[in-house]
């Protein structure tokens, strides 16, 4: 018994000291950016990395901000992501319903062309898009983002297909019984139901549209289309010698992803498991 | 109006533009680069036919075929990656305090832009940068600009996007493991198995098709690989990858080679098919496998 216990704490022990290192991995590379992101231009190059800032200055968030162009990238990304989200998890849902509650001719077929559309090397093939968008006269435009982020993927439709299963049929049934169109079910029965597919379905996209850098890279290079991603790539031109000022823009970027995870972190969990095992 | 008719309407208007867009921006684009691949373009001259030279051009040229050889380290940067996350989900499925703080923590970076993560590990690796001052403290001074050097920079990298991408694994793991029901490791306990034995005869065998697919994944991510080396390097001292090479010659690089480029992207295409079909023979045979049981 006593033998028992001993190898506990050791277990005990062992199990801890892995995951704090683990988390140690994690955190170091960035405790140096948060910290000088507080630093001045001269604090940051004559002290350690690990040091605490003495002179504790907002100013790099400020110059990340104005000169940096993140309040353009922010301004920008919200109305991309807010005007694609909607329009994406929108259609994303209505392919879900006609695919679960329909059965036509071409069902199975239009199931395999969004299936196929997943293995498609999509930066890549950003050669013939680019391409099309020119000729299509929308490049460098906020619209090309809009139009690019609005497609609705396999993963999506999966998510809403599943909690689709869980809305039972005798909903719509009883609905036609009381002489309810088709359009009517959709908005006033199902789409209600749907909500947490689509707060799912919404969180994972988002973060993704968020996180982009191809897309405005290739198609919105002009600087007042910046998005989050490209106004912080574009710091490593002006402040390749300030990387105070580019801690501030790493912060200024990472923090509202912070943010919706800490409130959302099942949510996103959730999605992640779901879309992943049903590919 | 009728239900039928109201359906056959229904399923028009709610397709139409899910469908005109994947076309239009999906599968449009996979024809044309299939097209483009048979062509000597440079975008703004006229294009002439050359057949499947570009191809030929891919395997003879060194420029282009190292860049691919690269992927390697991804790869097996990945394996290493699958190989922490499925220790660390083992340890966290037994009885551990703050759970759901250190798998937070340990997935965060996953949904860090990636720009921010090249930028945090340019930091990192420069000449005084972290990496530096963590070595000061055990006395090796040095001013190592670490991503310049040849034979390390291609294995920090992968080291980087292990940093970037393990949390994904590990949550996958961690669902995977959970739902395996708890009686079983308290039956197995009782029987006296130890952490070992349980993970080899419990966990191992009912997590091996999450590994399965978190390996295809691995490999697909390893060819497209393009963000982290670009950032931080922008593909110099041999770090280029395939997609950074496909996406210089054929969208925002000097000199466009779009006919070129478009066979490279065709080649990924294939490579990522065949990794695809590959799955898919081995899932099946899972299946049946089961179904014999």
Known sequence: MKNYKYKQVITNILKYTIMIMAVLVVVVPIVPIVLGSFKDSVEFQTSDVFELPKSFTLSNYVTAFTDGNMMMGFINTVLILVISLAISILTGAMTAYVLHRFNFKGHGKIKALFLIAALLPSITNNIATFQIVSRLGIFNTRFVGILLFSGTDIISVYIMLQFLDNISVSLDESAMMDGASYFKIFFKIILPLLMPAAITVGIIKGVAIYNDFITPYLFMPSSELAMISTALFNFKGPFAAQWEVISAGIIITALPILVIFLISQKWIYNGLVLGAVKE | ?293
């Not at chain 2, 229904?10 to 469908?19: N, T």
């Not at chain 2, 395997?59 to 690269?70: E, K, Q, T, Y």
């Not at chain 2, 499925?86 to 499925?93: G, H, R």
């Not at chain 2, 937070?104 to 340019?122: D, E, Q, R, S």
């Open chain 2, 1 to 293: 109006m009728s239900y039928k008719k109201q359906k056959n309407l229904i399923i028009i208007l709610f397709l139409s533009i899910p469908i005109l867009l994947l076309l239009m921006f999906t599968y449009l684009p996979t024809v044309l680069v299939a097209y483009f691949s048979t062509l000597n373009w440079s975008g703004t001259d006229d294009a002439t036919f050359v057949g499947f030279q570009n191809y030929i051009a891919i395997v003879r040229s060194a420029d282009i075929f190292m860049p691919l050889l690269n992927s390697v380290y991804y790869f097996i940067g990945a394996l290493i990656q699958m190989a922490i996350a499925l220790f660390l989900a083992t340890v966290l499925s037994f009885k551990i305090k703050f759970k759901n703080f250190f798998k937070g923590m340990l997935f965060f970076p996953y949904l860090i832009n990636g720009i921010a993560v090249g930028l945090i590990f340019t930091f990192f690796f420069r000449e005084n940068g972290v990496l530096n001052e963590i070595l000061s403290w055990f006395g090796h001074n040095s001013t190592t600009d670490w991503l310049r050097i040849d034979i390390l920079n291609n294995s920090l990298l992968a080291g980087v996007s292990i940093w970037k991408y393990m949390g994904f694994n590990l949550v996958m793991f961690i669902g995977a493991i959970q739902s395996i029901s708890s009686d079983i490791y308290e039956a197995a306990e009782i029987d006296g198995a130890n952490k070992f034995q349980i993970f080899r005869h419990i966990i191992f065998p009912s997590i091996k098709n999450i590994i399965l697919l978190n390996l295809i994944l691995a490999i697909k991510g390893a060819v497209s690989v393009y963000e982290l080396p670009y950032i931080m390097t922008g593909g110099q001292w041999n770090t280029s990858t395939f997609v950074i090479k496909t996406i210089q010659l054929g969208i925002n690089g000097r000199f466009l080679q779009i006919g070129l480029a478009s066979a490279m992207s065709f080649v990924l295409f294939a490579i990522i098919m065949l990794v695809t079909r590959l799955q898919q023979i081995l899932f099946k045979e899972k299946e049946q496998e089961n179904h014999l049981k």
